[in-house]
Structure formats: C-alpha cells, structure tokens
C-alpha cells in the first residue's frame, strides 16, 4: 500500500500587519475603514475609538468616546460614514462621523431592546436597523423616522443576523442552534422557515447573497454550509475547528469561506470543490461489515453466545461497524473533514489520495478570537481578541 500523503508544508500564510491596543477591557467589534488607515472599535470598557494609522506606523486614536454602558455590538456604513453603535442597557446610538475620522456627532438613539444589543446591521437600501438582543427579540428600526417598525421572538438570544437586500429575507441564527428565516415587509414581518443543524449554538452567520447559499458556524466546532437557493435542500458541514467557531466571512472573488475559531485558528476554505452531504448514520443490531452483534442486541448475543461490541459509524458510507473493523482514520475533505475521522476498512481503500487532499488552509492568529472584520477590497482581516489586542492581517497571500 502507498505511504499516507503528507500534508504540504505552507508557505503562504496571513502577514500580520499591525496591533491596535489600548483598550482597557475587551474589544466586543470593530471594523476597517475602507481606503483609510483607520479602525473603529467598540469595547466593554464604554468606549468608542477610531484609531488612525501615523507616520510611525502606529495607530492611534483619533476619537476616543465614552459610552453611558459598555458597547456591545457595532455597524459601520462607509458610504454614510454611519456608526450605529448597541449598548449593553439596550440602546441604539447612531452617529456620524466627520470626512477626517476626527469627529462624531450623534444623530438619534433606539431604545431597542430590554437587555444588551448582540447584532446590529444597517441596511442602506432600505433604511433599516435590524438587531437582536439578549431580550430574545429581533427588531427593526426605520432610521429616518427612528421608529420602530416591527420584532420577532426568538427562541433565545441571536449572535447570527444576516440580511437579503434583493428579497428582504433576514437569518436570525441563535443559542439554541435555530436559525430563523423571517420575511420582512414595510411594518410586518412572517416567518418563513426554521432549521437546525448543529447540536449547539449558532454562533455566526454569513449570506452569500449571490449563490444564495448561507453558512452557520456553532459552538459545536462546525459549519454548516445551507444550499438556499440552489433548491436542492443540501446542507453540507464542514469540520475545521478545535473549538466555537466565532465568525465567518467570504470572500466572493475568489470563492473563499474564512472561519475564525475561539481558539485562534483562522481556516480559509476553497468553497470552488463540489462538497458531499455526510451520510445518515445507519441503525444496526450488528457491525454491518463482520456481523458481530453490538452490546444491547441481547437477544443475538445469547443465540450466539458472543460478546456484544460498541457500535461505531463510518463517516464515509455512515455504516455502524465495530472498532475492529473501522481501525483506521481518513480526512475526508470533500465531504467536510479536514481532520482525521473513523472511516471502516473498506472505505479507507476506497479514499484516493486526490480525495485527501485538503480543500482548506489553517493559520494560527495566537489569540482567542472574539471578533473578525474581513475588508474584501483590500483583503484584510481584523481580529479582536481575549487579549484586548486587536491584530490587522494581510489576507491576500491565502484569499487569492
Ligand atoms: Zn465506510
Ligand atoms: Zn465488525
């Protein structure tokens, strides 16, 4: 039998550009301001800072401005130059910030939720607000009049939100593991669907407005890649992370899922490979392949006179089998795991090593993610971390 392919050394990798530090507590959000040097960042200590990139290479805030609470979420809308800004009382803050990055002037606030603000996003087009809360409500804002214009409950608080512009669909992804598709009309809204993959919370969402294909990362460690609008009702996971998957973000020129984890790994997933739904795992009294009863078949066991054996599934053909007969461990990218997983003997000869061949890269941002911005036009990354650091990377050597 050939020798197992050895994983190919990697040499591209993201180039960390920068370090933004300063904060006195953890940076819940921040974003890239596009074509500037320039960072805003929200953070549990009640401030709010855009840091300007200097002549010393160094950023340093050009703003710096307290919040009555800690500040929870943000969203940034470049061409408006909108900050929208969520608290942990509940409260919406909008402001504006000046052509040079030196001001910001408060426009209206949202008394939006009972309870701290997960996710906000503003939607240019249609002049919306939309944001969850740990009060388990969806909501939306018209934010020329600041009215409210309508909520939903949730089954529990909403770390996803995701909007389809074109449709007006929103993806309400929550704690429970539900994500939520709502339809929203000018002052109502109605439910659409639920699903539910992952055997844990959701913990970030990402559209793909243009496959109209929407990705669910979890505490679970997966992702679940949901074929929208493709009609065909797959959905396909994707196995990368050693913890709580903690944002995804695409990049559609190039076809790129980029998973950030809490654990620091950045995954950067060629979404270009035609991927493999994972079979239903099969029931069975006995291993499928050598037919020894497995340990609750008493009946067979006491016909036989055998000792019962613990029931294992192959991940491959989904078969229940026995340890003896599933010894060995495959990757199988294609159909999602990029780790090693039980497969049963027949289906270890079966993988080629073309199937082996991993369709995703892993890089190291050597800090617990809580927070990512992916900037597409630039191909940057913004990590927020446990640390209080947030680190700016060169994506473009991996996203290209
Ligand atoms: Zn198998
Ligand atoms: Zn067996």
Known sequence: MAAEPQPKALTRKPLLLNKVEGSQEVVNMAAIVPKEDGVISVSEDRTVRVWLK?????????????????????????????????????????????????????????????????????????????????????????????????????????????????????????????????????????????????????????????????????????????????????????QGHNDKVQSLSYAHHTRQLISCGADGGIVVWNMDVERQETPEWLDSDSCQKCDQPFFWNFKQMWDSKKIGLKQHHCRKCGKAVCGKCSSKRSSIPLMGFEFEVRVCDSCHESITDEERAPTATFHDSKHNIVHVHFDATRGWLLTSGTDKVIKLWDMTPVVS
């Not at 800004?85 to 002037?105: A, R, V």
């Not at 409950?153 to 770390?159: I, L, P």
């Not at 460690?221 to 009702?233: F, L, P, T, V, Y």
């Open 54 to 238: 200097r002549d010393s290479g160094q950023y340093w805030p050009s703003i710096y401005h307290a919040m009555p609470s800690p500040c929870s979420c943000m969203s940034f809308n470049p061409e408006t130059r909108r900050l929208s800004i969520g608290l942990d009382n509940g409260t919406i803050s909008e402001f504006i910030l000046s052509e040079d990055y030196n001001k910001m002037t408060l426009v209206k606030s949202y008394q939006a939720h009972q309870s701290r603000v997960i996710m906000i996003l503003f939607v240019l087009e249609m002049e919306w607000v939309l944001s969850t809360g740990q009060d388990k409500h969806f909501t939306w804002h018209c934010s020329e009049s600041g009215q409210r214009l309508g909520g939903y409950r949730t089954s529990a608080g909403a770390c996803g939100l995701q909007f389809d512009v074109e449709t007006r669909h929103v993806f309400v992804g929550d704690h429970s593991g539900q994500v939520t598709i709502l339809k929203l009309e000018q002052e109502s809204c109605s439910l659409v669907t639920t699903f539910k993959g992952h055997t844990g919370g959701v913990t970030a969402l990402c559209w793909d407005p243009i496959q109209r294909v929407l990705f669910s990362g979890s505490s679970d460690h997966s992702i679940i890649m949901w074929d929208i609008g493709g009609r065909k009702g797959t959905a396909i996971e994707q």
